[in-house]
């Protein structure tokens, strides 16, 4: 049993605390040693004894010490993946156009299929990614009315700020896309949200009948498209 966590703050390293070993018996793609590390450093987030701490003393007066514990700053622990979110906000800074305009569009996926999407995690994940920059350029180029290769960047992100599973496509998206025949950007300052809908919802069916291959897959994607 994996040790328990510091403090009250969270039921989510409680989960962990309680049934990882447990669930690593169920899908054996978390049984390595690297997930077993990322766990065990989440749960002693905190934890003086296992982080180590840091004493600060008032040079003045010199009475007594303020002990504060370190952070593990771990993707994994929703306190400290903040510090991960900033480090790649940083590096994303440096790849934007200066004076461009980008929009922050979430691509979601219905409730019905999320299930689908954690035993298959290793296929689905890389391919929702690549399926939302498809979408993107199929957008801009059905705006412009001849094609538009984009410059978006795609994220997906498999949980919430409380644990819950929803893995939605978090699009850094340019406001426009590049014309190859005329060699310059085309700027689109309007973009119809409800073709993009349309757009994304046609991009997810097709590449969900194309990765899960199984009959029961396939009967609800049929059914979402009827629908």
Known sequence: ???????????????????WDAFQRAPPRYQT????????????????EKMGDVAYRCRQWGQGTHRGAMRCKSSLCLRCAQVHVENWVSQVRTMLHEGGIYRHIILTVPAMFRTSFSPNASLLLRALRRCGGQCMEDFYSEVRGQRLRGGSIEVS??????????????????????????????????????????????????MLRRTLASDASKEVVDWCCKK
């Open 33 to 48: 040693s690297y997930d077993d590390g990322r766990v065990a450093k989440m749960l002693a987030c905190g934890n003086p």
């Open 157 to 206: 992100h498999t949980h919430g700020r409380h644990g819950q599973y929803h893995p939605p496509v978090h699009v850094l998206a340019p406001s426009g896309g590049y014309d190859d025949q005329a060699e310059r950007w085309d700027h689109r300052p309007f973009l119809p949200y409800d073709l993009l809908r349309h757009k994304w919802q046609w991009h997810l069916m097709n």
């Open 1 to 19: 049993m994996m040790t328990h966590p510091s403090g009250d703050w969270s039921v989510f390293p409680q989960v962990f605390a309680d049934h």
